[in-house]
């Protein structure tokens, strides 16, 4: 697809931390000129980076923009940084926002692009950052939707949606993305960008499984629309608006993590499938997989909140309590018999007349 990139400079933004999405966020930023730099703790990933342009091991064959840099001093990369964006895991992030706080510009809009939950704290990625970074939740944005680095990095047409309260932020940084292969909307519920993003991890994992246990269309099918009531019962019971979950960051996302090969979820519950434990799956794929820490995090904020997760709870079951999948997908089966207008009716916050 062609692209016409901005030559003049729109400032100077830093990406924290350099794997493949963030990575594919810089180019993006790139392309609609900014000057980006890349922070990693990696020598060699920034050498490759400054010196050969690529970042390989992450998005190999792919040629960064000469206007991307990388830098192992986290003083040296938000240096003059007019906009920081956030793409450490969950599990990293505090750590990443904590070494971050010193440097950064109390006027520099911040972003994050993590899909997950604080596995101990069951903090979203905002809160995580409010706290070490010092500034109120409500200043902060949050980009997802259907989006693999992989196409974001060829340039293939991706629309996502950037979340904030403050709508003059969500509106820069709708403008800081923007562009002809990258079509960005914008929306004020946080919570529910989040949530969603971090959920549909869970059921891509089991889309992962389906495929790998040889099942239908049929199946999939059912997985989409039952996981997708799961992510809008917890999302609102956490204070989303429902009909966020019928947008990008909900249903959008939901399908594009479950039926590609991009995914790194639905690689991992594939293998699942095929009997590989779950250590060697993930010392396999070599990079987060978010959906495994999730599920546990969803297991405890189903519980906390007070919501069925049938779903997350077979996943949890087949991830640390050794149960087969076939076992797990039986159990869903041979649930009590519901009627789905009134379930629809109470996961979408509806009321009938």
Known sequence: ??????????GKAAVLVAGSWGTAL???????????????????????????????????????????????????????????????????????????????????????????????TLKRMTTVLSEELGRAEESLCVLSGPSHAEEVAKRQPTTVVVASADQGRAEQAQDSFINSYFRVYTNPDVIGVEVGGAIKNIIAIGAGMTDGLGFGDNAKAALLTRGLAEISRLGTAMGANPFTFAGLAGVGDLVVTCNSKHSRNWRAGHKLAQGIPLEAVLEQMGMVVEGVKTTKAARHLSEQFGVEMPIADQLYSVLFEGCEPTTAVNRLMGRGRTHESEQVTRDWGLHQS
């Open 1 to 10: 697809m062609t692209f016409a990139k901005i030559e003049n400079s729109k």
């Open 26 to 120: 810089a180019m993006v930023l790139a392309d609609n000129g900014f000057d980006v730099t890349l922070w990693t703790r990696n020598e060699s990933q920034a050498s490759e980076v400054n010196d050969n342009h690529r970042n390989d091991k992450y998005l190999p064959d792919c040629p960064l923009p000469k206007s991307m840099t990388a830098a192992t001093s986290m003083e040296q990369a938000l240096s003059g940084a007019e906009l920081v964006l956030f793409t450490a895991p969950s599990s990293a992030m505090r750590e990443v926002a904590r070494q971050a706080a010193p440097f950064l510009s109390e006027t520099a809009l911040v972003i994050h692009a993590t899909k997950g939950f604080e596995a101990d």
